[in-house]
């Protein structure tokens, strides 16, 4: 692996890491990842924006090596999540005269994660700066993306942001810059639903603080950097801002049949009305897909089989993934069926307390669907299809 040079005495010198296919213990990397870690010379101090995993802390020592940095000054923590924090620890065992810069939060973190005594940080607040010579970092405060103590750090005189998550994507590639930008999409909306929605309006506070900065380059610490920064931005503010769409996210779990049964016909009621379904079925599901299906759905539908007398442990899961992401979400229902009993319903609803929305009349049933089961889910769909052109859901 090797260095990129962004502009002349700025590199990102970070680690692509192919082969990780899961992240936080939870989430599938199907295409991969990286740390992103950045190089800034000045012409009187040099400073390293973000670490690298720890794991993979020897691409990042080689990078400087083969720059021949000698002395780094600042090493700026815009997060102090160790898949960017992490290698802190070494690098000031390298370069022992370099100061930590990082929001006072942040400083207290680090300290808890790391051990890091308190004498090597320099803490700083929002919109402060700190020169390098002919170049000048500003940082601004962003809490919440996704943790308490972040910032982000822009270089004024270049114009380039260094967002650390907030704009990045699970995505190994060896380019610097985004290639394909359908593939970037994807990757960096599942980011977001994984990582970013739950913090939506905080999120939204931080874009509008960015307005009024002018902005080159973003150079995230995950997945490739924007020279074209209208297309993250552009798509962050359809995420963040825009109302849901005409879409129902089906998710369902089905032991012999009927709760599938019930899944195909409400597919097709919902279809034959107008509104787009995405159906996932829970024995195969992607987390990942289903995190970013929920980033624009209007409705979820949960079809759900009963087992000991519940929901399927598998209906359970995604519930609490969707309540703990937070969506858009503004309708939800139940469909499924048992065989003698199920608390089914009352175990689904209870545990979708972080969402504000209305729940519709679920259709539950004992045994296997008849034509009275159709009809109720025929109305569930006109139910669905008449809240999302009341809405004016697209
Ligand atoms: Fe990429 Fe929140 O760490």
Redesign the pocket.
């Known amino acids: 692996m090797s260095y990129h040079e962004i502009k002349p005495g700025i590199y990102s010198v970070g680690a692509v890491d192919w082969d990780r296919r899961l992240f936080d213990s939870l989430i599938p990397l199907p295409d991969g990842t990286s740390y992103n870690s950045y190089l800034i010379k000045g012409s009187e101090k040099t400073a390293l924006i973000d670490t690298v995993d720890p794991a993979m802390d020897y691409v990042l020592i080689d990078n400087l090596d083969r720059l021949n940095v000698e002395q780094i000054d600042y090493i700026v923590c815009n ?1 102090a ?1 160790q ?2 924090a992490g290698s802190i620890t070494i690098m000031l065992d390298l370069y022992p005269e370099a100061r930590v810069i990082c929001t006072p939060k942040c400083k207290g973190m680090l300290m808890d994660l790391l051990h890091l005594d308190e004498s090597v940080f320099q803490t700083v607040n929002d919109k402060d700066t700190l020169s390098l010579g002919d170049r000048t970092m500003e940082f601004i405060h962003a809490p919440w993306v ?2 308490p103590e972040t910032m982000l750090t822009y270089l004024r005189e270049d114009k380039v942001l260094f967002p ?2 907030f704009f ?1 994507s699970h995505l190994a590639q060896s380019a610097l810059y985004v290639q394909d930008e359908g593939l970037v999409y994807e990757s960096a909306k599942r980011y977001f639903g994984e ?1 970013m929605m739950p913090f939506r309006t905080n999120i939204q506070k931080n874009m509008d603080k960015l307005k009024d900065y002018k902005i080159d380059i973003i150079a995230p ?2 997945g490739p950097a924007y020279d074209k920064p209208e297309f993250i931005l552009s798509a962050y503010r359809s995420w963040v801002y825009d109302e849901p769409l005409n879409i129902v996210l089906l998710p369902y779990v089905s032991m012999h049949g009927s709760t599938r049964e019930m899944v195909e016909h409400l597919t097709q009621a919902l279809t034959e009305r107008n509104v787009n379904v995405k159906q996932f079925d829970l024995t195969v599901a992607d987390p990942g897909k289903l995190a970013i299906a929920l980033v624009d759905a209007a409705t979820l539908v949960l079809g759900t089989c009963t087992v000991l007398g519940g929901a399927h442990p598998l209906a359970a899961n995604v519930t609490f993934l969707a309540n703990a992401l937070r969506p858009n979400l503004k309708f939800a229902s139940i469909i499924g069926s048992y065989g003698w009993g199920s608390r089914a319903i009352e175990q689904i609803t209870g545990m979708l307390s972080n969402l504000k929305l209305e729940v519709l009349e679920p259709v539950y049933i004992k045994g296997s669907p008849g034509d009275d089961d159709f009809k109720a889910l025929d109305k569930l769909a006109e139910t669905i299809a008449q809240k999302h052109r009341e809405r004016g859901y697209k």
Do not use: L, M, R, V
């Open positions: 997060h999540e898949d960017h996704h943790w650390c998550d990045g990582i610490s995950h």
